[in-house]
T-cell receptor
Framework: GDSVTQMEGPVTLSEEAFLTINCTYTATGYPSLFWYVQYPGEGLQLLLKATKADDKGSNKGFEATYRKETTSFHLEKGSVQVSDSAVYFCALRLTGGFKTIFGAGTRLFVKA | KAGVTQTPRYLIKTRGQQVTLSCSPISGHRSVSWYQQTPGQGLQFLFEYFSETQRNKGNFPGRFSGRQFSNSRSEMNVSTLELGDSALYLC????????????????FGPGTRLTVL
């Protein structure tokens, strides 16, 4: 079945370090891919999305490229800040589908 | 535009009781989904409604039910509460333009934190 696998956390980085959170997926159709972020005590916020192969989603310095050949959608940021500390979820949604499938989430801690 | 709103934000119930949670989607959004989030199980899909019809359902017992009204607002109900139902319940809405990629993303509310004692 359709699934999303993302790297286990927690990930601990120092401020201004480079961030990569790996995400791979399995899908029977043609999914759209998403990264969501959840800050403590809050719901999920859409961080970025890509709807077809080779699309690059970007927002707030975060980027992810839809790689169909490797079925991946890795999240990257060149220089993290303390305020980026949160849980990040990779997700997919099939075109015309009625279900979003989420990865397990990766907790990121950024130290000053 | 106002975001997705969920009421109540916090709820404490005892075992055996029932509870109803409410979700108001973003104006113009016709699809509403519900998720349960727990530390152990992560985000689990409950069900999705579109045009007042349940379109998909996750692997939850029949104690979990929902409905959607003509104005797209949705409610979910949990009957005969168990300790394990303690969780953050998240509602998400999307525009849901069927057959295209537009409006595919979901926007989440802040959640209702349910504690079952």
């Amino acid at each position: 079945g359709d699934s999303v696998t993302q790297m286990e956390g927690p990930v601990t980085l120092s401020e201004e370090a480079f961030l990569t959170i790996n995400c791979t997926y399995t899908a029977t159709g043609y999914p759209s891919l998403f990264w969501y972020v959840q800050y403590p005590g809050e719901g999920l916020q859409l961080l970025l999305k890509a709807t077809k192969a080779d699309d690059k989603g970007s927002n707030k310095g975060f980027e992810a490229t839809y790689r169909k050949e490797t079925t991946s959608f890795h999240l990257e940021k060149g220089s993290v800040q303390v305020s980026d500390s949160a849980v990040y979820f990779c997700a997919l949604r099939l075109t015309g589908g009625f279900k979003t499938i989420f990865g397990a989430g990766t907790r990121l801690f950024v130290k000053a | 535009k106002a975001g997705v709103t969920q009421t109540p934000r916090y709820l404490i119930k005892t075992r055996g009781q029932q509870v109803t949670l409410s979700c108001s989607p973003i104006s113009g959004h016709r699809s509403v989904s519900w998720y349960q989030q727990t530390p152990g199980q992560g985000l689990q899909f409950l069900f999705e409604y579109f045009s007042e019809t349940q379109r998909n359902k996750g692997n939850f017992p029949g104690r979990f039910s929902g409905r959607q009204f003509s104005n797209s607002r949705s409610e979910m109900n949990v009957s005969t509460l168990e300790l394990g139902d303690s969780a953050l319940y998240l509602c998400a809405s999307s525009f849901r333009d069927r057959g295209s990629l537009r409006g595919n993303e979901q926007f989440f509310g802040p959640g209702t934190r349910l504690t079952v004692l």
